[in-house]
């Protein structure tokens, strides 16, 4: 649904509960400012994939007034903090650990089966193009291919391997795969038929091979390639937004030396600046008016806006949110309530001043007896 002629979408990144938190957020003032039904694409990875999914899995009930959900906290938001008030990754990861033929991403899939989405398919997600319904994108990473892995309600596509517009996956098992860092819950197996893809993707020295290759693909974390779900945004719709509580980089005094830390913090250090070039990049782009549209992270500084009447200001709380593990474990209801005020007030000034959209003023910020100052 074009806003004066443009399209719109938002890229939720990774970062465990804390970017499911801090990204509903950003879609609760997306939705109170009329810009929600109003999507035409969203993009997801990891933690971001959590609540990509719920709005997928519940698009249908939405209540939609120009653009906003009246029933936006019970539909989405309620089920959310009940979901990132319990713990998914110890047990998940012991079972997995314990059990010789089922891994920690096939009981972190079951969790999301129980508690989230049930056996809903990819296909069962309202159609875009129809009625207003955006695109949904879960980004996992495969492994075989090196490539982004996109799963869509349309089709699932790679790079290398092609399309497939006929294989049946199910949304909590897209998730799963978006949300599977490695080494924990990785990898999360997907089968499909080698007979549903088509030769759209860069074959390559994969030819001799591809039909293994299609018949089982290996996934891991999205975030392994892009932690901020930008590759099938940005260039695709005209106003890009990025919701991005993606970790910081953490300096480690005392690095220890066996094998297995070193491998962790090269991946880390891979990771880290995949990711920043890529910020680096997306920012100066909209600089220079080469794309249209607005970055807000967690550790970003609301000052910086210079947005009039904005929700918040900088504090050591606000600070404290970046710090915030990437786990998918349990967070209080105190620290629930400050990221999802903390997305809340950088999506309303970022729309207003850097993604210059006219939207109506914010009554306040979701829980207003929760202090950021």
Not at 45 to 53: K, N, Q, R
Not at 218 to 234: F, P, Q, R
Request: hydrophobic share 45%; with cysteine; net charge negative.
């Amino acid at each position: 649904m074009a806003i004066n002629g443009n399209t719109l979408g938002i890229a939720l990144s990774g970062g465990g509960f804390r970017a499911t938190l801090f990204g509903l957020g950003s879609l609760w003032r997306l939705s109170d400012a009329g810009l929600l039904g109003k999507l035409d694409r969203v993009t997801s990875v990891s933690g971001g994939s959590i609540l990509a999914g719920v709005l997928a899995h519940r698009w249908q009930s939405l209540q939609f007034v120009d653009g906003r959900a009246s029933n936006f906290q019970a539909a989405i938001a309620a089920p959310l903090q009940k979901f990132c008030s319990e713990t998914a990754d110890i047990e998940a990861g012991l079972l997995g650990w314990i059990t010789p033929f089922k891994s920690a991403g096939d009981y972190l899939c079951s969790h999301y089966e129980d508690a989230l989405f049930g056996q809903s398919m990819l296909r069962d997600i309202p159609a875009a193009k129809t009625d207003g319904n955006p695109t949904f994108i879960f980004y996992a990473t495969n492994m075989q291919t090196g490539r982004s892995f996109r799963l869509r309600q349309d089709y699932i596509a790679d790079y290398k391997l092609g399309i497939s517009r006929n294989s049946a996956v199910k949304l909590a098992t897209a998730v799963t795969a978006s949300s599977a860092f490695p080494p924990l819950f990785s990898p999360v197996i997907v089968k499909t038929s080698a007979s549903d893809w088509t030769n759209e993707g860069d074959l390559g020295d994969l030819a001799d091979n591809v039909d293994a290759l299609r018949e089982k693909i290996v996934l891991a974390d999205g975030g392994i390639y892009d932690n901020m779900g930008l590759e099938s945004l940005v260039g695709k719709v005209d106003i890009a937004l990025v919701s991005d509580a993606g970790a910081p980089f953490a300096i480690e005094q005392k690095q220890r030396g066996d094998y297995f830390s070193q491998l962790s913090r090269v991946r880390d250090i891979l990771i880290d600046q995949t990711r920043a070039l890529r910020k680096r990049n997306l920012v100066d782009d909209f600089i220079a008016k080469r794309e249209r549209g607005a970055y807000w992270g967690i550790g970003t500084k609301i000052a910086d806006f210079n947005a009039a009447q904005a929700l918040a200001t900088d504090s050591p709380t606000t600070d404290a949110l970046e710090n915030e593990p990437t786990r998918l474990a349990s967070i209080d209801a105190t620290r629930q309530a400050e990221l999802i005020n903390w997305g809340y007030a950088l999506a309303d000034a970022a729309l207003r001043v850097r993604a210059e959209l006219v939207i109506p003023p914010s009554a306040g910020l979701p829980f207003p007896n929760t202090r950021l100052s």
